[in-house]
């Protein structure tokens, strides 16, 4: 009797693995824009405080551009309308009226790649403890979703140049619409042309004991950056060259790449003795291993249009790093 029971038992198993694997290879692919999030809500609480709360944590500028640009571009939706084809935005913050109170992530729910972030709720006060609660994870969690999806669009079609690899050791996903354009002894200057402008990436390195210890990190990066763009990135005028904006002090975070500790550095560039200006934004790896602070920055100028996207794709590449040596 015992085994009859533990072979219906494993049988029933198998026919739920077999149905979830099903459901999910017939899953459908998650649509929208970089950095678009759907938000689900009653219109009411939308046109008040709790609408208030979610476009100050999810539409807040972004951290070094020269102008403001949303984190998220939002679009709001009543949950009444949350079904058939509408369940299938990558990002989705949905919130429900409930008397339970609740907060969860789920990862592929209803399309593939996709994060919801579901919170339950039966009045705005406890909404608004909830986001305040959960804001960190979910942005976290977002931006982890967002990068990766640009890392994997950037993937279909990279550029073939392994100068990276043969001068750095290190592997970056880079969209082939990019070039290098400069290679020189211990630097590397890779670009792509868009209509208004263009966008860059700089791979350089220096021996690790040029961090000073005793000197503000902020400072040092300034310094390298400074000089770095006095020697390679100068202007169509005599004596103009690309230096870091000293009007407002560039934003630092601590983080960890591929094990290495380094420190990502955003801020505003701008062209000496000229007028041109633009986002940056700056890693500085310190490789132990061999001896040196290997530094990645991505810098854009597209004047008069929106950056933050840009920005982000030269973010999605850089953290894409892999070391090869």
């Given amino acids: 009797m015992k085994l009859r029971i533990y072979f219906l038992s494993l049988f029933i198993l198998l026919i739920h693995t077999s149905c979830e694997e099903n459901n999910k290879a017939s899953m459908s692919t998650s649509s929208g824009k970089i950095n678009a999030l759907s938000v689900f809500v009653d219109n009411l609480w939308w046109k008040g405080e709790v609408g208030d709360s979610i476009r ?7 951290d070094g551009l020269p ?3 949303p984190l998220y571009n939002i679009k709001q939706y009543d949950t009444k309308l949350f079904d058939g084809f ?3 935005s990558r990002l989705i913050l949905y919130i429900e009226k409930s008397d339970q109170k609740s907060f969860q992530l789920l990862s592929d729910k209803y399309a593939k790649p996709q994060l919801v972030a579901k919170i339950k709720a039966s009045s705005v006060p406890e909404v608004i403890e909830l986001l305040e609660q959960n804001d960190d994870v979910i942005l976290r969690k977002f931006k982890q979703m967002e990068l ?9 079609s990279l550029i073939k140049n392994k100068v990276l690899e043969e001068k750095f050791g290190i592997k970056l996903k880079i969209s082939s619409a990019y070039q290098v354009v400069m290679n020189e002894p211990k630097f590397v200057w890779i670009r792509k042309e868009i209509p208004a402008g263009n966008a860059s990436l700089l791979v350089y390195e220096v021996p690790l004991n040029s961090a000073n210890k005793n000197q503000d990190p902020i400072n040092t990066v300034i310094q390298l950056r400074d000089s770095i763009g006095q020697k390679h990135i100068q202007g169509k ?11 407002y002090a560039p934003y630092q975070f601590n983080i960890t790449l591929q094990g290495n500790p380094s420190w990502e550095t955003k801020g505003t ?6 007028f041109m200006l633009g986002p940056f934004i ?3 790896i310190h490789d132990e291993k061999n001896q040196r602070l290997l530094c990645v920055e ?16 030269l973010e999605a590449m850089i953290k894409s790093i892999q070391f090869t040596k």
């Fill in 148 to 156: 990766a999806e640009n890392q994997r669009r950037i993937s279909k």
């Fill in 269 to 274: 560039w701008e062209l000496k003795n000229d």
């Fill in 56 to 62: 100050s944590k999810f539409a807040s500028p972004v």
């Fill in 237 to 247: 005028l005599e004596d103009t060259y690309m230096i870091t904006e000293a009007s």
């Fill in 86 to 88: 509408m369940t299938n």
């Fill in 282 to 284: 700056h890693y500085a």
């Fill in 67 to 69: 102008t403001e640009e």
């Fill in 298 to 313: 991505g810098f854009c100028y597209n004047p008069q249009s929106p950056k933050r996207d840009l920005m982000f794709e």
